[in-house]
């Protein structure tokens, strides 16, 4: 079946240290999307790529990295710089930008906790 | 810059009936579009609805429909004949037909009452 997958599902982190987030898709979709939520609030972009090997940064960038080295996979790296990283992180993909019918697809979410 | 806005922080509605929930925002371009999203506790994200900007007419998906007045820059989610697992926290998102963001609204959790 074809879809996203963010992994791991929990992930514990003491402060100071880089974190990885991994998210893979096998959709052959071109662009691909991470978001950030916090405890009832909406969806905020960090990041997002819409070729391989290039990326932008979204509205809340700062203490994140990004890579996008295969079309499938676009990680999420959370580091010491980012000064409240608890929340739920979610990847999404699009097979193109134009186009209602592109619908973007979501992953099953990463929820990390700094303790 | 493009916003997003949803009102209503939480809804409920008695089953079988049908309730209204809102989001306008602001852009200043001409070409994008209008979704809305479910998301139940599994957290998982759901698209419910979509809506092309350039299309007068509403779009509908079974027991969905919305309202949008591009005008006024409004994009109400009707639900009608309310059931339980209607209940989750639903997003109205906004995509640029440039970019492909979505940006979205801070959520109208609804609640179902049986």
């Known amino acids: 079946d074809g879809g996203i997958t963010q992994s791991p599902k929990y992930l514990f982190r003491k402060e100071g240290q880089n974190v990885t987030l991994s998210c893979e898709q096998n959709?052959?979709?071109?662009?691909m999307y991470w978001y950030r939520q916090d405890p009832g609030q909406g969806l905020r972009l960090i990041y997002y790529?819409?070729?391989?090997?290039?990326?932008q940064k979204g509205d809340i960038a700062e203490g994140y990295s990004v890579s996008r080295e295969k079309k499938e996979s676009f990680p999420l790296t959370v580091t010491s710089a980012q000064k409240n990283p608890t929340a739920f992180y979610l990847c999404?993909?699009?097979?193109?930008?134009?186009?209602?019918?592109?619908?973007?697809?979501f992953g099953p979410g990463t929820r990390l906790t700094v303790l | 810059a493009q916003t997003v806005t949803q009102s209503q922080p939480e809804m409920s509605v008695q089953e079988a009936e049908t309730v209204t929930l809102s989001c306008t925002y602001d852009?200043?371009?001409?070409?994008?579009?209008l979704f809305w999203y479910k998301q139940p506790p599994s957290r998982q994200m759901i698209l419910v609805i979509r809506?092309?900007?350039?299309?007068?007419q509403n779009a509908t998906e079974n027991r969905f429909s919305v309202n949008f007045q591009k005008a006024a820059k409004s994009f109400s989610l009707k639900i009608s004949d309310s059931q339980l697992g209607d209940a989750a926290m639903y997003f109205c998102?906004?995509?640029?037909?440039?970019?492909?963001?979505?940006?979205f609204g801070q959520g109208t959790t609804l609640q179902v009452k049986p």
């Open positions: 809506q092309e900007a350039y299309k007068q």
């Open positions: 790529s819409q070729i391989v090997n290039d990326f």
């Open positions: 998102a906004y995509r640029s037909a440039n970019t492909g963001k979505l940006i």
């Open positions: 999404a993909s699009i097979r193109g930008t134009s186009g209602t019918y592109n619908e973007q697809f």
């Open positions: 852009t200043s371009e001409s070409d994008y579009y």
């Open positions: 959709l052959n979709h071109d662009a």
